[in-house]
């Protein structure tokens, strides 16, 4: 398996999953070596935006 943002392979890593629930089921968005590249890919993508949990 290969990090989702940088495409390193993770083996060497501890590495970081992110799944997410959608109509009931888990589906995995994405697997990074570190939180560097999943913060990296979270402002690419903009997955985070609109997903505070603070209203
Ligand atoms: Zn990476």
Not at 26 to 50: I, K, M, P, Q, V
């Amino acid at each position: 398996m290969n990090c989702t943002y940088c495409g390193e392979g993770l083996a060497a890593y501890d590495p970081v999953f992110v799944d997410r629930e959608r109509d009931g089921e888990r589906t995995e968005e994405g697997a990074f070596c570190n939180y560097g590249c999943l913060s990296a890919w979270l402002d690419e993508t903009e997955a985070a935006t609109g997903a505070c949990c603070r209203i």
